[in-house]
Every structure is written in structure tokens, then in C-alpha cells.
């Protein structure tokens, strides 16, 4: 059974990692494997590809996402307007999380 996946939409090396796709099983919400898929992605942009940070999407309907991502160290950079079910306005919150140099 999977339960979770996630993927980089872009990794450049010594660059931009950018997280998408990020979804939890159902039955796995509320046990940490979100917080701790998002860690393990963080470390593999770090080690793998010498990230100076990480973004991530999130819209403002994921609640569980928007209060995730800044006890992880991402900061609102940008909000876009977007186009949701049925033609209403949603918000498209934009994170990122540099990396300083201790941790690189």
C-alpha cells in the first residue's frame, strides 16, 4: 500500500528545488508522514543536489499544508491568483526555504 508520494517538479543542482505532487493516503493523515516525507525531500535537495533552497505550492484550501510548511522553515514569497472548481478565486500561497550555510 502506498501512502505517501512526492516528487521535485525542478531540481537544479546548487540551485531551485521545487516540490510538488506532495500527497498523503487518507489513512495516513495526521500520523507525521507528511512532515516527514517533506523532511526527507528538504535532505535529498540538500545532499543530492546542493540546493540553496526548496520551494513549495500551496493552495488555500490545503490548511494541513499551509500550517505544515512554516514549522518547516518555508516562508510566504509570493500569493497568485488562480482559477479553482466551478470558476471561484483561490489563492496559490508560494514558500520557499533557503538553506544557510551550516546546513549546506
Do not use: W
Not at 531540481?11 to 528545488?17: I, N
Not at 510566504?76 to 496559490?92: N, S
Amino acid at each position: 500500500m502506498l501512502l505517501a508520494f512526492a516528487n521535485f517538479y525542478k531540481a537544479e543542482q546548487g540551485g531551485v528545488c521545487a516540490l510538488g505532487n506532495l500527497v498523503v493516503a487518507p489513512a495516513a493523515r495526521g500520523h507525521g508522514v507528511a512532515r516527514y516525507l517533506v523532511q526527507s525531500m528538504i535532505e535529498l535537495a540538500r545532499h543530492q543536489f546542493e540546493a540553496r533552497e526548496v520551494q513549495v505550492s500551496c493552495f488555500n484550501s490545503n490548511t494541513a499544508g499551509l500550517l505544515l510548511y512554516p514549522q518547516l522553515g518555508f516562508k510566504p514569497f509570493a500569493i497568485e491568483e488562480r482559477q479553482g472548481p466551478g470558476g471561484i478565486r483561490v489563492a496559490l500561497v508560494q514558500m520557499k526555504r533557503a538553506f544557510v550555510v551550516d546546513e549546506l
